[in-house]
């Protein structure tokens, strides 16, 4: 007998869809969510609902904001010679978070993955080359601080190659950050370290 | 610099006051979302909304349906002479799915805890009584299916008071073994439980 209400096995799918959350989880949450006031599931609902409509990317640097520009490009104080590069949004937060850097940003929305398939025509590469060949300013440094991983590291020489011979100084955030790790998670005075002490590709 | 845009902050921190979520996750599912396209995310919203404004609580049994009565309370098949009182709707569930049960049942919303705070008066014991005496068809068994822990227990208990002297008799599920369990892997109190309730071959 079909005693579970279709609305209950629809969010318990559409939580389950969610990475890292599977079909126990997933029951938990809707039945922590039933028991709980309706208040609870609707701001749950309005926040994901809000997400698309009022998040766009920065046709800059790519990297979600509210604005376009995002606040960082639209700021006259930053440095626009010097652009670093990173694989995602969290990225950005995280180097912000050192107070040390204050150059643009630029966000590839990935890293090159041939096992899953996504090459550099997925990230914004492209975009990357346009933007410095076309910048008022003119870049002077390109910052690859893609993740210290086998991906990053791919990334990182892909770019390295599309400036070769350009008059921009490409460099590497420095070796302290440990292999294998995720640049979102490394600690304030290792990724203020790192930045200080990158090197040139 | 507030490089994250206002919305993205909400839904982590909506989805941080969920249970067993992290700041973390609450990040990493957040980011996914906005990675992906913006019905991922609508659907999601869209379930949750859904929830509460379509899912009824049973006025029998308190089981959580779309009708009111639920359908087992509606099944005309179902005994009505048994009552299996669990704490959850998801242990009818996991009684429904043995389909070796056929009678009705009684949805407590929780188990006695005292160092929660959650007293007899927090769940449907009040309930299951006026239902057990105003039932139209007599009421024979009472099977009190808490869970095998001290708060299932102690509800347990306090139901059996309840219902001293009355004419209806009241079960409890066998402790023993789990099926395709390891005996040496067994703990002391299951153990003594089945040597307790051993039955003849």
Redesign the interface.
């Known amino acids: 007998?079909?005693?579970?209400?279709?609305?209950?096995t629809?969010?318990i799918?559409?939580?389950s869809?969610?990475?890292?959350?599977g079909p126990k989880?997933a029951?938990?949450?809707?039945?922590?969510?039933?028991?709980n006031p309706?208040e609870?599931?609707?701001?749950?609902?309005?926040?994901?609902?809000?997400?698309?409509?009022?998040?766009v990317f920065c046709s800059q640097c790519f990297?979600?904001?509210?604005s376009d520009p995002?606040?960082?490009c639209a700021?006259e104080h930053r440095d626009r010679s010097v652009i670093c590069v990173v694989e995602?949004?969290?990225d950005?937060?995280a180097i912000?978070r050192t107070r040390d850097y204050h150059g643009l940003y630029h966000v590839l929305?990935g890293a090159i993955a041939p096992t899953e398939g996504i090459g550099p025509e997925d990230l914004k590469i492209g975009e990357l080359s346009a933007r410095v060949q076309s910048s008022p300013e003119p870049v002077k440094e390109i910052i690859v601080a893609t993740n210290p991983n086998l991906e990053g590291e791919a990334t990182a020489m892909y770019i390295a190659r599309q400036f070769e011979g350009a008059a921009v100084k490409l460099t590497r955030l420095a070796r302290g950050l440990p292999m294998g790790g995720d640049l979102e998670y490394a600690d304030e005075i290792t990724l203020s370290r790192a930045l200080s002490g990158r090197s040139e590709i």
Chains 1, 2 share one sequence.
């Open positions: 007998m079909q005693v579970t209400p279709v609305p209950v629809k969010l799918d559409e939580f869809r969610l990475p890292g959350i989880t029951s938990r949450l809707t039945f922590y969510l039933l028991r309706a609870r599931a609707q701001s749950l609902a309005e926040a994901l609902h809000e997400l698309h409509q009022k998040v990297n979600i904001s509210e995002c606040p960082v700021d995602e949004p969290l950005v937060l912000e929305h």
